[in-house]
């Protein structure tokens, strides 16, 4: 057995929902890394006929579903691969991008460091509370 156990077959389902604008199909599917999405497919088209441009018959909607699947199982499905990158890593270069390219001042970058401190800081504290001491969010990675 190979170490990569958690890899599973992507699967899924398509559902209507009565909403205030009229039914709607939604897809719900679970990537092979175990992640699951849920996402609105369209307005549903519950007539006899044709749909018009825009709306989705429950066939249309299992299409969608399908090629989504097939592009999961391929690894094409765009966002499927995690990059690793982290909210202080996007954060740190957004600084230097504000700072080097844009040319703020340095005022406004200390403004833009402090609310990307708060925000990374009340993150890590609303995360759950497994193993984690008091203190530990001067852990976390200092913003330039």
């Known amino acids: 057995m190979t170490g ?38 369209g307005p549903a088209w519950t007539e006899r006929g044709r749909p018009p441009a825009g709306y989705v018959t429950k066939r249309l909607a299992e299409a969608w579903l399908r090629n989504v699947l097939d592009q999961a199982r391929r690894g094409t499905l765009p966002g499927m691969v995690r990059t690793g990158a982290t909210f202080a890593d996007a954060a740190a270069e957004f600084l230097r991008y504000l700072a080097d390219e844009r040319g703020c001042k340095p005022s406004t970058l200390r403004d833009y460091r402090l609310d990307h401190r708060r925000a990374l800081v ?13 203190g530990d969010h001067r852990g976390v990675a200092r913003l330039a």
């Open 4 to 41: 990569d156990a958690t890899v599973q077959r992507p699967t899924g389902h398509v559902f209507r929902l009565d909403r205030a604008r009229g039914p709607v199909w939604y897809a719900k599917y679970r990537l092979p890394d175990g992640r699951q999405v849920q996402k609105k497919i």
């Open 122 to 134: 009340a993150r890590v504290w609303r995360a759950p509370r497994r193993g984690r001491h008091v």
